[in-house]
Structures are given as C-alpha cells and as structure tokens.
C-alpha cells in the first residue's frame, strides 16, 4: 500500500472535524491545507531518500519516536477521543524538526497561503500529519522492511506526487522550500532484498563451482604428473644450491660490510619513529585541553562500537547566550574534523545543536553554523546532517554515524 493509500484510508471527513475541533478559529480550506502539508512532507521524505547517509538517519529517528511515543497509538480507533488525538498531535509536534529540521518556518507560509488557513491552525495540522507519516514508516519498518528497501518504497512516490498534487501548489512549493531539483533528480534505486539475496547466493554458488574445478583440477595432474614432477624437483634443487653457492662467495665483501649498512638502517628508522612521535605530540597540544566529549569521539574513530544513541558532548564548541555563531570559530576541532572527512570518505556525522533557553530554531541555527564552516573548507554537505537538540545547552553534540 502508498503512502498516498493510507494517508486517504486514514484522513477521513469525521478526523477532519475533529482537528477543526482542536482550535478556535477555522479560517480557510482545512482539507486543502492537511493535503498540501502531506504533499509537502512527502516531497522532503523523498529528497532525504535519495542520500544513505540520511535515510540511515532516517530509520533510526523514526524507531526511535516510534518506540518511545506513537508504539501504544491505534490509528484506527484513538482519533475519535479527543484526548487521544491531541496527544498524537502534540507528538508531531515535539519531533517535527527530527524529522524535518528546515522545513517548519517556510511551510508554515506556504501552506497559509494557499489555503487561506491560521498560522495556529497550519501548525497543528502540520503537527498531525508529520506523527502519521513517522506511524506510517514505523509500521513499513516493523514489518521487516530494510533501509534500502524503504529508499525505494520512498522515491517510487516522486512522480505519482507531482501527477497528484495541485500544479499551482507544486509551482510555489519548488521554489518556497528549495526543491529546484526534486522534479529532474535522478532516483538510485537500491536493488530490492529479494534481488540482493539471489545475488549472494549466485556468487556463492559460482565460488563453490571454482572452488570444485580447482581442487578437481589439482587433483588430476598430481596424479598423472607425479613422477615427471619429482624428477624436476630433484634437478632444480641441484642447481639451486650449486647458484647459492656461486652468489655467496661473489659477494662475500658485500656481505662483511653489512653490519654498518644495518647500523645505519637502524638509526634512520630510529629517527623516523621519533619524527611522527614529535608530529603527533604536536597535534595533540594543538587541540582543546580537557573536552572529555572530543577524546570520546576520537575514541569512537579509533575503534569504538556505534549504535543509535552513541552521541558525546563537544563542550568547547560553545555559543554565547542566544547566539548562532560559535564563540570560537577557529576551534581546532573543525580542523581535525575536516581532516578525518578528507582521509577517510566513510566519516559522516550528525550535529545536533541546542539552546539553553530551549529555543529549537536558535538549536538548528547553530548546527547549521557548525556544517557550514565545515563546509566551507571543501567537505561534502551530504556527509554532515544538522538537526536541533531539545537538550538545553549552550554547545553542540556530536554524533559519529560511519567511520
């Protein structure tokens, strides 16, 4: 079943009453609104299913707000109370920026506009739908569904969107929320579990094939060429031995002068270990003293396990109050950063960015800040993603994804 299947199975007109029940003002066309912030939320899943890096992301979030919040919601009986439905609200709510870290601000103007609909209004309905969508990939997940098959699920709804929304919405949607490319992206589609099954098999088969051929092979010519094999072992060691010994009495001056080349050998070794002794001491004096979270993630890159919850707090990363500029934008840890994503093309990372007020756009803000700079010194932006952090905090986390 689409996206777009359950979505009409889901939304139906008594459900659209009830939202409308949730407020005081009901201005504008709410059917037209909740469809075009589903068209819209659906095109920004689309786009994130086109990177690994972020459908990984992706999956992780959406178990994670499943398993903690939406798990007890039965979305065909809790709508009618109230009570129920104003919860699933407020979760979509608290976890829209997971999932869509830049898209709350400009949606909310665009779907106004087009509807005619409140601010307050545009908001929870944005709120409700955003909690179906994550209820809806959760249950694709929990059915067994892998990452690489929810891609493709996901980028088989981009042409069907585009045939199905509104062409006046979707001309003001491209351009309000950056989406230039959505409608010429090329799609990598992964190949399905089946395929990549059959695949695995097939090339355990043909090895099992060589494998047998070799041995099969082996065993042939041991048998028919055994004694034709001895004889010419037993004249080549005769000549190996009678070489051997010519080669060393050539070279027996080369051979009593060897001590000192080997002494010498061993000095420059000596030096060179010395050398990147010296360059490594350096490096470490050069890097902030004292930020337990930056040894943590050095640690983590050296060899630690990763999981979903594995994140360290970078505390020399840090913001003045109700700023979104880092205190020190010459950190040597973006340096360091952007040195393991040029030696090593696996690292990617999530920034999560918070604020001690508890205001999550000043939190995205300075995740942002933080990829931007890195950015900034050549690194790729699909290798970084930058969400914010409901943690009060004035310095960012870290959260090593791949190494």
Same mark, same amino acid.
């Given at each position: 079943?689409?996206?777009?299947?359950?979505?009409?199975?889901?939304?139906?007109?008594?459900?659209?009453?009830?939202?409308?029940?949730?407020?005081?003002?009901?201005?504008?066309?709410?059917?037209?609104?909740?469809?075009?912030?589903?068209?819209?939320?659906?095109?920004?899943?689309?786009?994130?299913?086109?990177?690994?890096?972020?459908?990984?992301?992706?999956?992780?979030?959406?178990?994670? !707000?499943?398993?903690?919040?939406?798990?007890?919601?039965?979305l065909?009986?809790?709508?009618?109370?109230?009570?129920?439905?104003?919860?699933?609200?407020?979760?979509?709510?608290?976890?829209?920026?997971?999932?869509?870290?830049?898209?709350?601000?400009?949606?909310?103007?665009?779907?106004?506009?087009?509807?005619?609909?409140?601010?307050?209004e545009?908001?929870?309905?944005?709120?409700?739908?955003n909690?179906?969508?994550?209820?809806?990939?959760?249950?694709?997940?929990?059915?067994?569904?892998?990452?690489?098959?929810?891609?493709?699920?996901?980028?088989?709804?981009?042409?069907?969107?585009?045939?199905?929304?509104?062409?006046?919405?979707?001309?003001?949607?491209?351009?309000?929320?950056?989406?230039?490319?959505?409608?010429?992206?090329?799609?990598?589609?992964?190949?399905k579990?089946?395929?990549?099954?059959?695949?695995a098999?097939?090339?355990?088969?043909?090895?099992?094939?060589?494998?047998?051929e070799?041995?099969?092979?082996?065993?042939?010519?041991?048998?028919?060429?055994?004694?034709?094999?001895?004889?010419?072992?037993?004249?080549?060691?005769?000549?190996?031995?009678g070489?051997?010994?010519?080669?060393?009495?050539?070279?027996?001056?080369e051979?009593?002068?060897?001590?000192?080349?080997?002494?010498?050998?061993?000095?420059?070794?000596?030096?060179?270990?010395?050398?990147?002794?010296?360059?490594?001491?350096?490096?470490?004096?050069?890097?902030?003293?004292?930020?337990?979270?930056?040894?943590?993630?050095?640690?983590?890159?050296d060899?630690?396990q990763?999981?979903?919850?594995?994140?360290?707090?970078?505390?020399?990363?840090?913001?003045?109050?109700?700023?979104?500029e880092?205190?020190?934008?010459?950190?040597?840890?973006?340096?360091?950063?952007?040195?393991?994503?040029?030696?090593?093309?696996?690292?990617?990372?999530?920034?999560?960015?918070?604020?001690?007020?508890?205001?999550?756009?000043?939190?995205?803000?300075?995740?942002?800040?933080?990829?931007?700079?890195?950015?900034?010194?050549?690194?790729?932006?699909?290798? !970084?993603?930058?969400?914010?952090?409901?943690?009060k905090?004035?310095?960012?986390?870290?959260?090593?994804?791949?190494?």
């Open positions: 079943m689409t996206l777009f299947q359950k979505f009409d199975e889901s939304v139906t007109n008594e459900l659209i009453e009830s939202l409308k029940n949730l407020g005081e003002r009901n201005l504008g066309d709410t059917k037209g609104a909740i469809d075009a912030i589903f068209y819209t939320l659906l095109a920004g899943l689309i786009r994130r299913a086109n990177s690994d890096m972020s459908t990984s992301m992706l999956v992780n979030q959406i178990k994670k !707000i499943h398993n903690r919040d939406l798990k007890e919601f039965n065909k009986e809790d709508f009618s109370s109230t009570k129920k439905l104003t919860e699933f609200v407020d979760i979509g709510e608290r976890n829209m920026s997971q999932i869509f870290p830049s898209f709350r601000s400009q949606l909310l103007n665009l779907v106004t506009t087009h509807s005619g609909t409140s601010k307050q545009t908001a929870k309905y944005s709120s409700f739908v909690a179906l969508m994550i209820s809806f990939l959760a249950e694709k997940l929990e059915e067994g569904t892998s990452k690489e098959d929810l891609m493709n699920f996901l980028k088989e709804h981009r042409d069907p969107l585009f045939e199905r929304a509104p062409e006046a919405f979707v001309e003001k949607m491209i351009p309000a929320l950056g989406m230039h490319d959505l409608r010429s992206m090329k799609m990598q589609f992964a190949k579990k089946e395929e990549r099954e059959m695949e098999n097939s090339n355990e088969t043909a090895e099992a094939e060589a494998e047998t070799v041995v099969n092979s082996y065993e042939y010519e041991e048998e028919s060429n055994g004694m034709s094999k001895k004889t010419l072992l037993i004249a080549g060691v005769v000549v190996l031995v070489l051997l010994g010519y080669l060393l009495y050539d070279s027996r001056e051979l009593f002068g060897s001590d000192t080349q080997n002494e010498s050998s061993v000095i420059e070794m000596e030096e060179d270990s010395l050398a990147v002794q010296d360059s490594l001491a350096l490096l470490a004096e050069e890097l902030p003293q004292g930020d337990a979270g930056w040894l943590a993630l050095k640690e983590l890159i060899g630690g990763l999981n979903v919850d594995n994140e360290v707090k970078i505390q020399s990363l840090s913001f003045n109050e109700g700023e979104i880092l205190a020190d934008v010459n950190n040597s840890i973006i340096d360091s950063l952007v040195s393991q994503f040029k030696s090593n093309p696996r690292f990617q990372i999530q920034i999560k960015g918070g604020d001690s007020n508890g205001n999550s756009q000043i939190g995205i803000k300075r995740a942002f800040h933080l990829k931007k700079l890195i950015q900034d010194k050549g690194v790729n932006a699909i290798k !970084i993603d930058a969400i914010s952090d409901p943690e905090l004035d310095y960012l986390k870290l959260r090593l994804v791949s190494k």
